[in-house]
């Protein structure tokens, strides 16, 4: 349980609901700032604007999936109003307040570490990286059939990266039947690749491998498909870019080929905004409460 704990959920989209519903359901105090369109309320939960809000009691401060921008602005879809975390808001949580986050930024980064405060990037995890590939995998799947007439049983892909998403991604198109082979750098990776009864090859033969491909699916955060590669693929190979933006595809390029390429961001959040927020609130809670548990321990 995770009475006692007084926690401000900033901004977001609807995977914040199941976080907040998961949170007030082990009995949390939640304060929701840039929440006030939303019109489901939660027992325990009270809307609140930043500056109403008494940051002094906060055992922890929730952002969104993004955190902020490079502004300290944080996205909300519940909200017109401009929510901006700064580091003076951020000195007035209690030292052992922490900050918990998708993914970080430069500005994130420098308040959480003016101010002390201690960050977590949830996307770090390999147990979220992991949980998040299966919706990944099934958008990744969605957009494969809306953008193409070819059935993916029989179709020739490569994945490239065999990371958390990259594993998922060859293994289910692969049980789809699609011919699939995987990119990647590492011998280990390699050897993993073969495992799996799939065909492996090195990211140096990488020009070679797209000659025949119906797809092409990235999960590197690096340009790999640059146009020496894209000059390489048949002119109706389909590129589904998942790295994190900008993705790995040289875009202008492509585009000035005739290759349809799709830089795909956020899939979870788009095909299966419940489940995406179910696996942050699973692991959140896990985390406030081992904080809780230690606090009381030291105290
Ligand atoms: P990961 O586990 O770190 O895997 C990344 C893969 O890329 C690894 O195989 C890694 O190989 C390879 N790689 C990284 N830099 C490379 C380089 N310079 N050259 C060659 N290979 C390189 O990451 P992940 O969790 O699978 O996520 C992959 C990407 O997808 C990330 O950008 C993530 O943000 C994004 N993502 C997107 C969605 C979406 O909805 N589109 C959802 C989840 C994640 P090594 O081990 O050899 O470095």
Redesign the pocket.
């Known amino acids: 349980m995770l009475t006692d704990m007084h926690i401000a959920v900033l901004g977001g989209d609807a995977r914040q609901l199941e976080i907040i519903r998961k949170l007030t359901e082990l009995d949390a105090k939640l304060y929701l700032i840039g929440f006030e369109q939303l019109a489901q309320s939660f027992t325990g939960a009270v809307k609140e604007k930043m500056k109403d809000v008494d940051f002094s009691i906060l055992d922890a401060v929730i952002l969104p999936v993004p955190g902020t921008n490079l502004e300290g602005e944080i996205e909300t879809i519940f909200s017109s109003e401009k929510v901006v975390l700064t580091e003076q808001i951020l000195n007035k949580t209690p030292s052992y307040c922490k900050i918990y986050s998708g993914i970080s930024n430069s500005y994130l980064d420098q308040i959480s570490n003016l101010s002390k405060r201690t960050l977590v990037q949830l996307f770090e995890r390999d147990d979220v ?1 992991i949980y ?2 299966i919706p ?1 995998v099934e ?1 990744t799947i969605m957009m494969a059939i809306q953008n193409t007439d070819i059935t993916i049983h029989q179709s020739s892909i490569a994945v490239l ?6 594993m998922s991604v060859a293994r289910t198109f692969a049980l789809l039947g699609a011919k699939v082979k995987v990119g ?3 011998s280990a ?1 390699l050897a993993r690749i073969t495992e799996m009864g799939m065909k492996p090859f090195h ?1 140096n033969d990488l020009k070679n491998e797209v000659k025949d491909l119906d797809i092409c699916i990235n ?4 340009m ?1 498909l640059n146009a020496g590669v894209i000059a390489n693929m048949p002119p109706n190979t389909l590129i589904i870019d ?3 933006k900008p993705g790995g595809t040289d875009f202008r390029y492509a585009e000035k080929r005739g290759i349809k390429a799709l830089l ?5 959040g788009i095909v299966a905004p419940k489940t995406a927020g179910q696996i942050l609130a699973n692991v959140l809670s896990q985390l406030l409460a081992d904080d809780l548990e230690k606090r009381k321990e030291n105290s």
Do not use: D, E, Y
């Open positions: 990286a998040n590939s990944t958008g990266g065999l990371g958390r998403v990259g990647a750098r590492k990776h990211f999960t590197v955060p690096n790999i998942l790295a994190s795909a961001p956020g899939l979870p």
